[in-house]
């Protein structure tokens, strides 16, 4: 779950736990009430400003937090922006009059005949409501009144904020308001979606996130894979192996020995030391290291076994750690081998069980795709006897982050099965990267539909689309609806990891991809007189941009291949030449930091391009020619994947796309040119990302011979790439001589094997990435 380290997101959560569904409905007595009173008071409309002028004070309690004198400000900022008049904000001390907007847990609503019930609101809900000529916005403890004003400037004056930069304030002459009676409560206590447009104040308090935009994780003393900073293994290991894991016969410092006495009472003392310097901290992770090897001593495989499941003696554990702090909450995670629920365990009511929805496919709801059955089986397993759960969702294409991504329509039905099954968490990890597909769009669909799972997406969207895309929004609407049916269409799953290549057969094939470019070129015309608009949607066609050249750059040559016969001789297309510099300059434009997770500016996007327009398409000496490996045994490779070594194709920063992986294993390899010919280079190609485990040789021979039985060693090459080095990187190991007779070539890449202790890795096998192998 490197994610999870790695993402620099704050974490803010709640001890609530929402089991009902509550949101977003009226109670129908209340109703009832209120439509009686409004006949009552017939015709009373409350006009909050006329003509640049206002009858109306804005009423805070006398000791009114700073939330609720926030939630003022914005009030009598937005109404001024409206209306032409700012509003006076008062404390409830005052004199009363008849023309009232009251904010918060406020001393005038005492006298309401159905006072506000405040503990229903919990932290973030509200109620919004008239009575008589007065406006009433009042809120849980927390956000709730500020939530309320917002809602209130969205929901009945008619703002927006599609983005930190595109908001919409409607401005009107007469600000009239007719009866209101709305009461909000989120399902989902805990409300967090990994986006840049989070790291604007404003944005996350107008769509009512948890997340602390200056980076803080103050909820949180300790994160997640934890067991090493309990129990260190440098320091115990040696001495105490038995606190340690039994793996396959032997104690290894993998995991911990969670039925160990002794082990429970480090982990217990340093948590204490632990929460003793940050007392203020809520949740304390206590969570099991990355990795499968947990323990199988005899104390532990009889719990696992008994409750059906290595969770077992993580709650176990988990739960004596819990009892020694109840006013803490103790996280564990549900992951890999712990996901499945433990049988008759329980989690303490201060257990919190952290999921994560990684393996799961996008193309259809998760509870309507066997794949994820047993997944959805833990959640509700889970949802039955934890009280606070937290999901770790994932909502993008992380290999590809500006690259088209239909799952919108998949992003309402899994947050549903979530809070209905006792979720009462969510953190949506989006781009943590500027940019990304219709990233402005998704992060506005998920804050939505965290708050309410039940409202109705589609005039969201339009709403969205139509606003931040003019009259543009419609043909882009075409396009999103035109994909996801083809998709579906097309029956295959999407996943998180995938790539375009990978729809180049369903969703994204050459006749679709112009289908889709015609609906954008209409979008373009539609508002080619706003500049500001024009830029959106060409921002909105760069997935479309990216997934062309992906494919031309998978293809090489072809309908959607990069390079073209002209007069005899291969050429990049114009199309694609130019395309490149236009996404990357776009892409430079919107801020696009990375397209993909890891690694890859535009910039360097860009430059990788080039490279293989430089490389062109290459019919050299041993282009076609069969490759015969000598090393490793061709067990883990195909004879499919072999031919790409001397296929003219190319790699790039997309390591599924015309590389060859060795796993910790040298290449060695001869290659048969079919007759003597003088050669005078040798070269093959190479990729690192380091994080990923994806590394360089360590060094490259090349041999040649004539009769392929004795071979001469032509040049060593040294790698001077250190592993450390976690961006992605492309080299070319080239050995260029005096031209000298040859049938045969040999190649040796030397990998380093195991990866060290230290590295990302952690002793697994380096994977050596070979492209091409050269001859000329
Ligand atoms: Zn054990």
């Known amino acids: 779950m490197r994610h999870l380290i790695q993402s620099t997101y704050i974490f803010r959560a709640f001890l609530v736990s929402l089991i009902t569904l509550i949101c977003i409905k009226s109670v129908p007595a209340q109703k009832k009430l209120n439509k009686k009173r409004s006949e009552n008071k017939s015709e009373q409309k409350i006009i909050l400003a006329d003509n640049e002028s206002s009858r109306y ?69 509200f109620v919004i409501k008239t009575d008589s000529l007065r406006l009433i916005i009042a809120g849980g403890n927390e956000k709730g009144t500020l939530y309320g004003v917002y809602s209130f400037l969205e929901k009945y004056l008619g703002c927006r904020m599609y983005s930190p ?34 790291w604007d104040a404003e944005y996350t308090d107008w769509h009512k996130l948890d997340h602390d935009p200056t980076g803080a994780r103050t909820d949180w003393g300790m994160w997640v894979h934890t067991f090493n900073e309990l129990v260190p293994p440098q320091m115990y290991y040696q001495s105490h192996p038995e606190y340690f894991a039994m793996v396959k016969g032997t104690r290894l410092p993998t995991q911990l020995c969670l039925s160990n006495p002794a082990v429970l009472e480090i982990a217990v003392q340093n948590l ?6 940050n007392p203020a901290a809520k949740y304390w992770s206590v969570s099991q290291n990355d990795n499968k090897d947990y323990c199988t001593c005899d104390r532990c495989k009889a719990l696992d076994e008994r409750e059906g499941s290595p969770s077992g003696s993580i709650i176990n554990f988990t739960n004596q750690v819990a009892d020694q702090f109840p006013d803490k909450m103790i996280s564990t995670l549900a992951y890999e081998y712990g996901r499945h629920a433990p049988k008759t365990l329980k989690p303490r009511d201060n257990v919190n069980i952290m999921l994560c929805s990684i393996e799961a496919y996008r193309h259809k709801p998760i509870t309507d795709d066997t794949s994820s059955a047993e997944f959805v089986k833990d959640v509700e397993d889970w949802g039955k006897i934890a009280k606070d759960i937290i999901v770790w969702d994932y909502v993008i294409q992380f290999n590809h982050l500006v690259s088209p991504f239909p799952n919108l329509h998949v992003l309402q039905p899994n947050i549903r099965f979530f809070a209905e099954n006792g979720v009462n968490a969510m953190f949506e990890q989006g781009n943590r990267e500027v940019g990304g597909e219709f990233a402005a769009l998704r992060s506005y669909l998920i804050s939505k539909l965290l708050w309410d799972p039940y409202l109705d997406i589609d005039s969201v969207m339009n709403d969205f689309l139509l606003g931040y895309y003019g009259a543009a929004g419609k043909p882009i609407r075409e396009y999103i609806d035109m994909m996801r049916e083809e998709l579906i269409k097309g029956g295959k799953p999407l996943r998180i990891f995938g790539s375009p290549n990978e729809a180049a057969l369903t969703y994204l094939t050459p006749v679709l991809i112009s289908k889709y470019n015609q609906l954008f070129d209409e979008a373009e015309k539609l508002v080619s007189d706003s500049a500001e608009i024009l830029e959106r949607v060409r921002i909105a066609r760069l997935p479309l941009m990216y997934a062309t050249m992906e494919q031309a750059k998978k293809n090489f040559t072809g309908e959607s291949g990069l390079f073209e016969k002209v007069n005899g001789n291969w050429e990049v297309k114009t199309k694609i030449r130019n395309m490149v510099d236009e996404f990357t300059d776009l892409c430079k434009r919107e801020g696009v930091t990375q397209v993909k997770e890891w690694s890859t500016s535009p910039e360097e996007y860009r430059s990788a391009m080039y490279r293989i327009f430089s490389q062109g398409m290459n019919e050299h000496l041993a282009y076609g020619k069969k490759v015969m490996l000598i090393s490793p045994d061709t067990a883990g490779i195909n004879a499919m994947e072999l031919k790409m070594l001397t296929d003219g194709k190319r790699g790039s920063h997309d390591d599924d796309n015309n590389w060859v992986i060795f796993a910790g294993k040298d290449l060695e390899a001869v290659i048969d040119l079919g007759s003597v010919e003088k050669v005078r280079k040798i070269g093959s190609g190479y990729y690192q990302l380091g994080f990923w485990l994806r590394l360089l040789p360590t060094n490259v021979e090349y041999y040649t011979s004539v009769d392929g039985k004795k071979f001469d060693l032509v040049e060593t090459i040294k790698n001077t790439l250190p592993i450390d080095q976690y961006g992605g990187y492309l080299r070319e190991f080239n050995a260029e001589f005096a031209p000298r007779d040859a049938r045969y070539i040999k190649v040796r890449a030397r990998s380093m094997g195991n990866t060290p202790g230290w590295h990302p890795g952690a002793g697994r096998p380096a994977n050596m990435l070979v492209d091409e192998i050269v001859v000329e």
Request: net charge positive.
């Open 57 to 125: 004070n804005i009423i805070i309690p006398k000791h009114a937090t700073p939330n609720e004198i926030k939630a003022a400000t914005v009030l009598q900022e937005y109404l001024l922006q409206i209306s032409g008049t700012a509003l006076p904000v008062i404390t409830a001390d005052k004199r009363k009059t008849s023309y009232e907007i009251i904010l918060g847990q406020n001393e005038r609503l005492d006298e309401l005949a159905s006072p506000v019930n405040y503990k229903f609101l919990k932290e973030d809900g």
């Open 165 to 198: 930069k595109v908001k919409i304030v409607p401005q009107q002459k007469q600000v009239l308001l007719g009866t209101i009676d709305d009461r909000q409560v989120p399902v989902i206590g805990f409300r967090d979606t990994h986006y840049r447009t989070t």
């Open 272 to 277: 204490r030391k632990e929460i003793a310097q």
